[in-house]
């Protein structure tokens, strides 16, 4: 068996702390950018077109997009 003064022993047992909060914020950033990512993907928002009156969903955050029925640029009246 190995023998580890009381300095070493302090020393381990600072260095295994150091690890564990390291280990714990490590988890909550990658916790937070893959909430961050679902978040994003569900944001969805409600246009109405300008042109023909068409009501449709888009999605990604976007502040304007296409009208699919004639392809005007609108902007969002509602996120969801
Ligand atoms: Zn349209």
Redesign the pocket.
Known sequence: MVRLGVPMLIWLWVVAGLAGLAALGLFYVVRDARHQRRRRRRKMRLFC??????VYVGGRGEPAAP??????M?NSVRTM
């Open positions: 077109c300008g042109k023909c009156g068409r009208c699919p029925a004639c392809g005007r609108n």
